[in-house]
T-cell receptor
Framework: AQSVSQHNHHVILSEAASLELGCNYS??????LFWYVQYPGQHLQLLLK??????LVKGIKGFEAEFIKSKFSFNLRKPSVQWSDTAEYFC??????????????FGKGTKLSVKP | GAGVSQSPRYKVAKRGQDVALRCDPI?????LFWYQQALGQGPEFLTY????????KSGLPSDRFFAERPEGSVSTLKIQRTQQEDSAVYLC????????????????FGSGTQLSVL
């Protein structure tokens, strides 16, 4: 079955700490990968995405993610978190096969709480 | 409007009651998706529309769930004879392009309708 594993359910950090959220997906073929963020009381927003090319992708607000095909991973990183980064983060992917694609498959999410 | 709008924001239903959830996508967006997000879970795909055509309904959990987009803009997700396991946040997302093209991956999500079935 298609799946996305996010290793941490809840991460608590102090401001200025470095962040790494793990994400692994289960499909062995071509994929597009995403991180979405949901701030408290707000809708899901795209943080960054990987389609092809440079496996290190930079997104908004200083976030970046690295696609490692051999590990089926797409971990999210930020060198120094801020209180305003408190949110829930969802990893997602789309399978690509032939000229078509599957649906967006989400992980269960990781809640990030940043202490001021 | 500026974004994807969903109504109502909250809905409480008695078990067995029918409910209708509305989604107003961004004007001009071709693709429209419905997702179900249970507590503590990520969004799960329900169905996909390209304009008025429902091209994929493989994620609908039962025949009690029905979705339509008759004029290719507003969409309604209807759940008949609601059950407690239907309690979840129902998310709508829209995209400018047709599914299968690169631009389709830019999905804009609404704030969702939180359905509680008692």
């Amino acid at each position: 079955a298609q799946s996305v594993s996010q290793h941490n359910h809840h991460v608590i950090l102090s401001e200025a700490a470095s962040l790494e959220l793990g994400c692994n997906y289960s499909y062995g073929g071509t994929v597009n990968l995403f991180w979405y963020v949901q701030y408290p009381g707000q809708h899901l927003q795209l943080l960054l995405k990987y389609f092809s090319g440079d496996p290190l992708v930079k997104g908004i607000k200083g976030f970046e993610a690295e696609f490692i095909k051999s590990k089926f991973s797409f971990n999210l990183r930020k060198p120094s978190v801020q209180w305003s980064d408190t949110a829930e983060y969802f990893c997602a992917y789309i399978r690509r096969y032939g000229g078509s694609q599957g649906n967006l498959i989400f992980g269960k999410g990781t809640k990030l709480s940043v202490k001021p | 409007g500026a974004g994807v709008s969903q109504s109502p924001r909250y809905k409480v239903a008695k078990r067995g009651q029918d409910v209708a959830l509305r989604c107003d996508p961004i004007s001009g967006h071709v693709s429209l998706f419905w997702y179900q997000q249970a507590l503590g879970q990520g969004p799960e795909f329900l169905t996909y529309f390209q304009n008025e055509a429902q091209l994929d309904k493989s994620g609908l959990p039962s025949d009690r769930f029905f979705a339509e987009r008759p004029e290719g803009s507003v969409s309604t997700l209807k759940i008949q004879r609601t059950q407690q396991e239907d309690s979840a946040v129902y998310l709508c997302a829209s995209s400018l392009a047709v599914s299968g093209t690169a631009n389709n991956e830019k999905l804009f999500f609404g704030s969702g309708t939180q359905l509680s079935v008692l």
